[in-house]
């Protein structure tokens, strides 16, 4: 204790100032954060200074116009945030007021994985409640590392320390048809009847190379008509009725199989993406609600 007394003698470190800067830190620079507003700016440059001054370290270096932290800089913004949302936690917890959680993922695995979990992962925490982000691996895996995201739902190739993971799903690609848009069609057939059926599916990525490549490879005819910019897109036009689609096989639960048939794409059964639920254990310590929330939906 007597280091924290000593610690806390020196003037310039107050939970206002640490808001402040994490503020700043999301935000992504002083005039961001102050709303352009001049007096904020001197605010928060002020209080900027006297946290250098209090930790005896460089808080911020000039880059053009702007600022940007330095290391030392994330790492107290994400010590500063593990902080503010344990307390925040404790406060709720203490008047018995729900508990938020944040958790991101692919629009497609939130729509087709997540959405169909909710009611089980409410039953699990009732106390709770969620919030749901969608977006890209590279920014939910960022989000995860400076503690503005809960938990995240991502390829387990994409966790990177010190993030914690517990499988979750493959996630494997099959093409969906519309039984009245061919009849009779199977896995027998597929080959002689693809080349007639209009598809839709995604417009890039990794996903689209592997698809077209293989299909290529392997002497399968696609007629792609519709290029999507998500897959949940291209499953509303299978469920038109007037198109196929290339999709994930977790879409299967969009459809009704006696008006939709899934057959599996023969080049694409190497092509398959491994789903982990992942958080950082950091924010586990100072929030032990989501890792409950991590348990239910594991």
Known sequence: MD?????????????????????????????????????KQSLYSRQIKELETFFGVELKVRRGKGIVLTDAGQQL?????????????????????????????????????????????????????????????????????????????IRESAVQRPLKSVPLASVTYSLFVPRKLSPGVNAANLRQRLAYIPLATSMGGSFRDALETGASKSG???????????????ARLVQSGQYGGVLPGIARVDFDPSRVVEIPLPFLKDYSRKLCVAWNPRLVEVRPFVGRAVGALA
């Open 220 to 234: 399968w005819p696609l007629k792609i008509v519709v290029s999507c910019s998500s897959f949940t897109q291209a």
């Open 77 to 153: 913004a994400r010590l500063t945030r593990a902080h503010l949302l344990g307390l925040a936690d404790f406060q709720q917890t203490a008047r018995k007021l729900p508990q938020r959680i944040s958790i991101g993922s692919g629009n497609s695995v939130i729509e087709w994985i997540l959405v169909p979990r909710m009611a089980a992962l409410a039953k699990a925490l009732p106390e709770g409640q969620f919030e749901c982000y969608a977006d890209r691996t590279k920014a939910i895996v960022a989000r995860l590392l400076d503690l503005t995201l809960d938990v995240g739902i």
């Open 3 to 39: 280091m924290f007394a000593e610690m806390l003698s020196r003037g310039g470190l107050s939970l206002d100032r640490l808001h402040n800067f994490c503020k700043i830190a999301d935000a992504g620079g002083i005039t961001k954060a102050a709303g352009r507003d001049p007096g």
